[in-house]
């Protein structure tokens, strides 16, 4: 199938702790991926993203490598913060035809 | 600048009635997308259009949804007859003219509730 498989959440994390949200994704040829936040009552925002095998995307302080040869683009951050509370979305695709995974919460409490 | 703006924020409408959500992308940004997100579920691909153009509509339900971006004003989704589980948040993302999605922006959505 053409899908993406997101760990399921809810994560409930303390402040300081380590985060990985996993990801991993079915396609044929090398789709972009992506994660996306939402907060609360928002629309989704593009947190990161790589567009070929082994490239790095990193932003505020989470980053996700492309692995080609394990289809994963999993989601990770050294030490999450209270507004780091959202829900993450895994996505593939390009032009705009992105296929998305589930989501996952994620909880940070001080 | 402002972001892209969806509205309404909220809709109710009764079983058969007519939805009708607007996205009004961002300024520059030739390129309009709807997503739909059920209850806990991510985000299904409806339909790309460019001004007058539906480039992409693989994702739309093939009866009672359509789609529109005229070369004036908004895009519209529209939604006739609605039944409960057209019940969903709709979203709107636009990019720029180059079509590069990872400039793209997403709306805060609509909120459709049918009851």
């Not at chain 2, 509205?7 to 409408?13: F, G």
Request: glycine share 10%.
């Amino acid at each position: 199938g053409n899908s993406v498989t997101q760990m399921e959440g809810p994560v409930t994390l303390s402040e300081e702790a380590f985060l990985t949200i996993n990801c991993t994704y079915t396609a044929t040829g090398y789709p972009s991926l992506f994660w996306y936040v939402q907060y609360p009552g928002e629309g989704l925002q593009l947190l990161l993203k790589a567009t070929k095998a082994d490239d790095k995307g990193s932003n505020k302080g989470f980053e996700a490598t492309y692995r080609k040869e394990t289809t994963s683009f999993h989601l990770e951050k050294g030490s999450v913060q209270v507004s780091d509370s959202a829900v993450y979305f895994c996505a593939k695709g390009s032009q705009g035809n992105l296929i998305f995974g589930k989501g996952t919460k994620l909880s940070v409490k001080p | 600048n402002a972001g892209v703006m969806q509205n309404p924020r909220h809709l109710v409408r009764r079983r058969g009635q007519e939805a009708r959500l607007r996205c009004s992308p961002m300024k520059g940004h030739s390129h309009v997308y709807w997503y739909r997100q059920l209850p806990e579920e991510g985000l299904k691909f409806m339909v790309y259009l460019q001004k007058e153009n539906i480039i992409d509509e693989s994702g739309m339900p093939k009866e009672r949804f359509s789609a529109e971006f005229p070369k004036e004003g908004p895009s519209i989704l529209r939604i006739q007859q609605v039944v409960r589980g057209d019940s969903a948040a709709y979203f709107c993302a636009s990019s720029p003219p180059t079509g590069e999605w990872a400039e793209a922006f997403f709306g805060q959505g609509t909120r459709l509730t049918v009851v």
